[in-house]
């Protein structure tokens, strides 16, 4: 036996229809299954208190989209008691919530932008190229949340802080980020105060 793909150029409308009269043309014997693209969204600014169940009821109500078809991938604590969610979802439905600029999560009006695929070296843990092309610091040995070794990300006890810190030096080190200047979205004294101690005591110096 073999499979027949069939593409069909428009929404989730369309393929659903199509999808109809294929299983009524072909009677129960045939199996029909329906594929779409997928693309990831982050929301931002949601207060502590929003869950994954939140995230998935405001991209629904936003898009008319089944729930079905929403999955939260992760939920980050951010400074200042905030949150971010990862969110994979239809291409149409993430086009649709990202073109509203902001989405209603409970009580917050949360920023919405779309996730970018980064290449990560994994040697200096820096973004925009691969290990085999790195001249940096050799950062293997860390893991990639604080830049501590001997022990693996998840298992990380680290302030937000410190985690935020060298963050900020990985960036410095890519070339993202000026030392003498926050990232745009860390607007905060003591956090960037830690970042420059951080910066030019560290044992992991930028390049």
């Known amino acids: 036996a073999g499979g027949l793909l069939i593409e069909v150029r428009g929404g989730s409308t369309q393929v659903e229809a199509i999808s109809a009269e294929v299983e009524k043309a072909t009677g129960p014997d045939v199996q029909v ?6 693309s990831t969204i982050e929301i931002m600014d949601m207060d502590e208190w929003s869950t994954s169940a939140d995230v998935c009821d405001a991209v629904a109500a936003a898009s008319t989209c089944s729930e079905s078809d929403i999955k939260v991938l992760r939920i980050r604590k951010l400074l200042g008691r905030s949150q971010a969610a990862i969110v994979l979802a239809p291409t149409e439905v993430t086009r649709k919530v990202i073109s509203y600029g902001r989405l209603r999560v409970c009580m917050v009006n949360c920023r919405v932008r779309e996730c970018e695929e980064k290449t990560r070296c994994f040697r200096c843990l820096s973004f925009g190229y691969h290990s085999r092309s790195c001249t940096g610091v050799d950062r293997s040995s860390c893991n990639w949340r604080c830049g501590d070794g001997g022990h693996k990300a998840a298992d990380s006890s680290a302030s937000i802080e410190t985690r935020m810190a060298f963050n900020m030096v990985l960036r410095v080190a890519e070339g993202t980020e000026n030392v003498e200047r926050p990232m745009e979205d860390v607007q905060h004294p003591k956090l960037w105060s830690f970042f ?3 910066y030019e005591e560290s044992a992991l110096p930028a390049t």
């Not at 299954?33 to 997928?38: A, D, N």
């Open 196 to 198: 420059k101690s951080t």
């Open 33 to 38: 299954r329906t594929m779409g693209s997928k």
